[in-house]
């Protein structure tokens, strides 16, 4: 084993470096993410039943008519929002990048009887087309996941794709407590698991870069044959300064604020988690 290769490859990179590897359309990781999705009692891939049902009565209960609306839903997974809004007649659709998700989200609206549209496709390079949706949500802090260079056309494509009078609803992380979700230098072995089918050795690191209130969670993955891995996840956190610097150049006529949303559990949940509401 290179030794050497691997000190280097671990190392803390330059600010949005990419990584080798991308873990949303690997066959095998998309599976094991799909199980975390569906579990119903975590928040992990996404958040829990209860909160999901939570935040879905709270967007509805914002909306100015009590009307069927037209709602996109970006990052849709398997369906856990989009179900939901069905149910309530809303005509929905869902935009995700993972073909396992989009599958299963599918099959079940399928089961259910719920008319939903899904998307198998990035949201970063669909056409979500221009005064389409009376709502657009992107949850569970999707919009902090992505770089700069991709979050601004999303955001503009986002504008163009909300209807005068519509509304665009996200949510990301505060930036505050940053030593305190930094995580510790950790490794697995494995005979089989959550990154691969067949024995790896993974290796895993936060790095912070506090100036652009960044975190990097970096997860070396090394298997029987040497071959190395690299998934890298960044994480933004935002002031509500920096949320509406952000959306300045929209044309969103109001932006408001809720901080008391989700209940609280840990660093990643409650008043931790800045929920944001656009009108245009």
Request: charged share 25%; with cysteine; net charge negative.
């Amino acid at each position: 084993m290179n030794i050497t290769k691997i000190i280097n490859q671990t190392q803390q990179p330059k600010l949005y470096e990419q990584g080798t590897s991308f873990m949303w359309t690997d066959p095998y990781i998309s599976k094991q993410l799909l199980q975390v999705h569906l579990n119903p009692d975590i928040d992990l891939a996404s958040r829990k039943k209860s909160t999901i049902e939570m935040t879905v009565d709270w967007i509805l209960s914002a909306q100015k008519e009590d009307q069927p609306l037209k709602i996109l839903d970006l990052g849709c997974g398997p369906g856990l929002y989009t179900e939901l809004l069905a149910k309530r007649g809303h005509d929905v659709t869902g935009v995700d990048i993972s073909e396992n998700s989009i599958a299963h989200a599918k099959a079940s609206a399928k089961e259910k009887g719920l008319n939903i549209t899904y998307r198998n496709e990035s949201y970063l390079e669909a056409d979500l087309g221009e005064n389409e949706y009376d709502l657009v949500i992107l949850i569970y802090t999707d919009l902090g996941a992505l770089i700069p260079s991709d979050r601004t056309p999303l955001l503009s494509k986002i504008n163009q794709a909300v209807k005068p009078g519509g509304t665009f609803i996200f949510d990301v992380l505060k930036d505050r407590s940053f030593q305190k979700k930094l995580t510790g230098k950790s490794w697995e072995a494995s005979k089989e698991g959550f990154w691969k089918g067949s024995p790896y050795l993974a290796l895993s690191e936060s790095f912070l870069y506090e100036k652009e209130k960044v975190i990097l969670s970096q997860h070396t993955i090394i298997d029987e044959d040497e071959n190395i891995d690299i998934y890298r996840f960044w994480t933004h956190f935002f002031s509500q300064n920096d949320v509406s610097n952000m959306l300045s150049s929209l044309s969103f006529s109001s932006i408001t604020f809720n901080d008391h949303l989700l209940p609280e559990s840990d660093m990643w949940n409650g008043d931790n988690v800045l929920f944001v509401r656009c009108d245009k």
